[in-house]
Nanobody, 126 residues
Framework: QVQLVESGGASVQSGGSLRLSCAAS????????MAWFRQAPGKEREGVAI???????TYADSVKGRFTLSRADAKNTLYLEMNSLKPEDTDVYYC????????????????????WGQGTQVTVSS
């Protein structure tokens, strides 16, 4: 089992920047696949960015060029650097992890995950 705790959410103005962090604890060895999702009330959860251990991140088209995903494996932490924020980026952001790829799935969006954090709120005002 792995536990995930997000932080860094805040209220910012349009054009601003934030960095979200996701600290993982528990069975974190290898951490095959990790991702950030976001969800607004009444809407489906949307995959934002995803990264495989030792691989390069990929992004949803809506955030490409503005968001940067990185992972610091020595710290068991996943980051999401968000720049040029827009009001439509307002959501609760969730970290997700699949440490051991039990179902042998590729690390690409869309994808299911078995471990989720509680979420952190990002609000962008115009």
């Amino acid at each position: 089992q792995v536990q995930l705790v997000e932080s860094g959410g805040a209220s910012v103005q349009s054009g601003g920047s934030l960095r979200l962090s996701c600290a993982a604890s528990g069975s974190t060895y290898n951490m095959y696949c990790m991702a950030w999702f976001r969800q607004a009330p009444g809407k489906e959860r949307e995959g934002v960015a995803i990264i495989e251990a030792g691989g390069n991140p990929t992004y949803a088209d809506s955030v490409k060029g503005r968001f940067t995903l990185s992972r610091a494996d020595a710290k068991n932490t996943l980051y999401l650097e968000m720049n040029s924020l827009k009001p439509e980026d307002t959501d609760v952001y969730y970290c997700a992890a699949d440490p051991d790829n039990e179902y042998d799935l590729p690390c690409v969006l869309p994808r299911g995950f078995n471990s989720w954090g509680q979420g952190t709120q990002v609000t962008v005002s115009s």
